[in-house]
């Protein structure tokens, strides 16, 4: 799938937008299928891959992440469907975040060390977990995107090349 881009006007508006929820009829749509493949191969891609990827970012308005769990045994892509990350630790760490809607570029966010994530599953069942470290970042990272913010918003400094 296409990545939309900031550098692109109209992809920016896009980017910029609030996603609306995922219903649980949706999930029973080949739709629904096809963009699960499509957003994995997309972030999968070894010329351009990520670690997550947000619904908004392939132009579909919904509220639906993958993320790579660094957390979990062999690093599997997970989805989730309407996230909410319901609590923060205080504990914070800066690290550097790049995106694949702003390519090339990184910058240096501040961001909780934990998290608690409230979503639906791809069986539509409600979810609560907690989650630590790099893997709490992404799902930072990601979530934005479905509220239209980018990282760039999060960050005092100029994105630089990425490294």
Do not use: W
């Not at 006007?9 to 493949?37: C, E, F, I, N, W």
């Amino acid at each position: 799938m296409r990545i939309l881009t900031v550098g692109n006007p109209a992809d920016s508006l896009v980017l910029r937008q609030k996603a609306a929820l995922v219903t649980g009829r949706m999930l029973r749509t080949d739709d629904y299928a096809v963009l699960r493949r499509r957003m994995l191969a997309t972030v999968q891609d070894p010329q351009n891959s990520g670690v997550g990827i947000a619904a908004p970012q392939v132009g579909i308005l919904r509220r639906m992440i993958a993320v790579q769990r660094f957390d979990k045994p062999g690093e599997p892509f997970e989805f989730y469907l309407n996230p909410e990350i319901v609590e923060s630790s205080a504990e914070t760490a800066p690290g550097r975040e790049g995106c694949l809607s702003i390519p090339g570029l990184a910058g240096t966010v501040v961001r909780a060390q934990r998290i608690v994530l409230r979503y639906r599953d791809e069986r539509f069942a409600e979810k609560t977990e907690t989650i630590d470290g790099f893997t709490a970042v992404i799902f930072q990272h990601e979530t934005d995107h479905l509220d239209g913010i980018l990282y760039t918003d999060r960050t005092d400094e100029a994105p630089t090349p990425e490294e």
